[in-house]
């Protein structure tokens, strides 16, 4: 399969890379060119340089695929989160439907769904619950860029698949006593569920936009990745359970 990489260059998009480098045929882009090492280990892949807030360049990095995962982000700046997180889902969709590419992988954080009217006072969510984002800029851009993707799923035959993130560790950082946020993910694992959803026949899917959280089994359970795994697959091999036991 030919697939676009978007905002390949980011803290995600190399072990993405690296996940789907020995399965498929990949266009490796980013506004900001790939460091030489990735260049190097991945030569027999395509590199462009691409900004997502230009809907030309990304109909032309769209030529020739057969899906899209699109991994671009900004954060903080009001005006380029907007463009990237919002405008950028906008690009992505009307390339996909210019160029008849029916498989979309979106990304984003787990509070584009599950923002703090939810994560403040509930347990077991799941990403299916209403959308809730709050009032940040980073949340409400991805929040809207989520809707742009359904919006193309009801009028044309393409299939999102949106994953939800929150915070990543190295399989080395799984110490016991470590604590943190009780939605947690190794790299390779997260890397691992865009393998699965290129691998997934779009029939399987319950619909034509899909919402996962991506995060491992934690003892909590306060957020929910049955979804994924029983659409997907998805099987998380390191144990981040660790984080929350006694040391010994």
């Not at 809907?55 to 005006?79: F, T």
């Not at 006072?121 to 940040?136: E, L, M, R």
């Not at 799984?174 to 993910?185: E, H």
Request: charged residues 25%; glycine residues 8%.
């Amino acid at each position: 399969m030919n697939v676009l990489l978007i905002g390949a260059n980011g803290y995600l998009g190399p072990h993405v890379v690296k996940a789907l480098a020995p399965h498929h045929h990949l266009r490796i882009t980013d506004i900001k060119a790939a460091p030489p090492e990735i260049k190097r280990d991945f030569a027999g892949h395509e590199f462009m340089d691409v900004d997502v807030t230009s809907e030309g360049q990304v109909m032309e990095a769209a030529k020739g695929m057969d899906a899209i995962i699109n991994l671009s982000v900004v954060r903080r700046d009001p005006v380029l989160s907007f463009r990237v997180n919002t405008l950028g889902c906008y690009n992505v969709m009307r390339a996909a439907v210019k160029r008849r590419i029916r498989r979309i992988i979106n990304t984003g954080p787990h509070f584009t769904v599950a923002g703090p009217g939810y994560e403040r006072f509930d347990h077991a969510i799941s990403p299916d619950v209403p959308p809730h984002p709050g009032t940040g800029l980073y949340p409400l851009t991805k929040s809207l860029g989520q809707e742009i993707c359904r919006s193309f799923t009801l009028s044309h035959d393409i299939y999102v698949q949106d994953y939800l993130f929150y915070s990543f560790r190295d399989a080395a950082q799984l110490r016991s006593g470590g604590g943190g946020v009780p939605f947690v993910v190794s790299w390779t694992d997260a890397a691992d569920v865009f393998r699965l959803g290129l691998q997934i026949a779009p029939a399987r899917l319950p619909s034509r936009c899909e919402v996962f959280f991506i995060c491992a089994d934690s003892p909590q359970e306060k957020f929910l990745n049955d979804k994924a795994k029983q659409v997907l697959g998805f099987a998380p091999k390191d144990d981040v359970s660790l984080l929350w036991r006694k040391k010994r």
